[in-house]
């Protein structure tokens, strides 16, 4: 952020960067009712791939929501979509699609600990908790690569699959959904990063 604000607004100010946890112990020490998630939002035994935040163009949600009715056109064995978040746009109906509305934090946790994959798909991000909280979970991501924080952030951990437009974001779904050895080991490097710098 503090190079974007330099770089567009030519502005050079004192700064210093504040750290961010990620509480560990909130994760690893707590039951994550998997089965009761699954059962309140109908999904089933299917496997889903999971977003949260707002479920807003402006974070990405819409198109993420639209290529997913796309690739589930094409893969019949295509996981499900949770939107975990206050529907803030409209995203397409389609059976595959779950939208949850705003839930608090033992739900989002259990959400985390049952996905396939977390998917970023924001174009505009400074820094992802959800990212950090998926990885803690050891849970792979599928991030947006146009979004330099999020490929970085990918990159560094060796936690998630950067996807630029809908060929690569199909081509990451199938890596994820059909590589468990793939997951765990993305997953596993994620969880080193957030042990490491949160």
Known sequence: EKELVERRFRVHRPSIVTGIGIDLAAIDDVHHDVDGFRARFGLGHRPYLLYVGRVDESKGAVVLANSYAAYAERHQDAPALVLL???????????????????DEATKNAALAGCLALVQ??????????LCEAWAHRKPAIVQGECAVLAGQARRSGGGIPYQGFAELEAAIELIAGDAALRSELGASGRRYVEHRY
């Open 85 to 103: 978040g206050d529907a803030i746009s409209t995203v397409p109906a389609h059976p595959g699609i779950t939208v949850t509305g705003a839930v």
């Open 121 to 130: 798909p924001s174009y505009f991000e400074s820094f992802s908790i959800v």
